[in-house]
Structures are given as structure tokens and as C-alpha cells.
């Protein structure tokens, strides 16, 4: 059974940063993504990486001010956040995806976790 569970969330000052993590059980997905949902908006794509660490892909919004990677012998996907800003203030999610292409759809990612929270505070 595919469990994603996400740990890290909480409450930070504007510019600070915080570390997401999102532990994979069950099997090791091709292509692994965050995404955030802020109340009444959409969920929106944040960023995406391959399988190999090699490829990675960023929402406009917070490429220069946040690193992806992964580490498949933990099954680990992190979400490091620096320069926050109160407009990043929303629920987090990983999902994984069997695709190899990185998408920013979310659609195309089969599982999910539970979601953390961030909030950022002016």
C-alpha cells in the first residue's frame, strides 16, 4: 500500500525558512512533486524532480528561493524554503507520479499525502 506522509510545516517569519519532508512507503516513484493549496485557490504546482535527482522544475513563484531533491535509499523527497513570503502561506502536499516526464499538473500524479501546513507572518 502507497503511503506518502509530509512532516515540517509550521509557522515562520517573513525571510524565514522552513524544510518540508514527504517519506514514501510502498515503492519508489518515478517523478515526485509538492504542491500548495491556500484557502479558496486552487491547488497550484511548487516543484517537481526526477527520479535520478537529475531533473528538476520549479513554479515561477519560488524558483531562487527553494530547492527540491530526493533520496531514494530513504524514500525521502525534501522541499527546502528560504526568503519566505506570507503569500507562500498554504497547505503543502507531495505527490508522486509514475511518470517520467516532470509535470506540473496535478493529474498526473497518482498519490498523495495528507498535506503540512506553512504559514508566514508579515
Known amino acids: 500500500q502507497v503511503q506518502l506522509v509530509e512532516s515540517g510545516g509550521g509557522l515562520v517569519q517573513a525571510g524565514g525558512s522552513l524544510r518540508l519532508s514527504c517519506v514514501a512507503s510502498?515503492?519508489?516513484?518515478?517523478?515526485m512533486g509538492w504542491f500548495r493549496q491556500a484557502p479558496g485557490k486552487e491547488r497550484e504546482f511548487v516543484a517537481a524532480?526526477?527520479?535520478?535527482?537529475?531533473?528538476?522544475l520549479y513554479a515561477d513563484s519560488v524558483k531562487g528561493r527553494t530547492t527540491i531533491s530526493r533520496d531514494n535509499a530513504k524514500n525521502t523527497v525534501n522541499l527546502q524554503m528560504d526568503s519566505l513570503k506570507p503569500e507562500d502561506t498554504a497547505v503543502y502536499y507531495c505527490?508522486?507520479?509514475?511518470?517520467?516526464?516532470?509535470?506540473?499538473?496535478?493529474?498526473?500524479?497518482?498519490?498523495w499525502g495528507q498535506g503540512t501546513q506553512v504559514t508566514v507572518s508579515s
Open positions: 510502498g515503492r519508489t516513484f518515478a517523478t
Open positions: 505527490g508522486a507520479s509514475r511518470n517520467l516526464y516532470l509535470s506540473r499538473t496535478n493529474s498526473d500524479y497518482s498519490f
Open positions: 524532480i526526477a527520479w535520478d535527482g537529475g531533473r528538476t
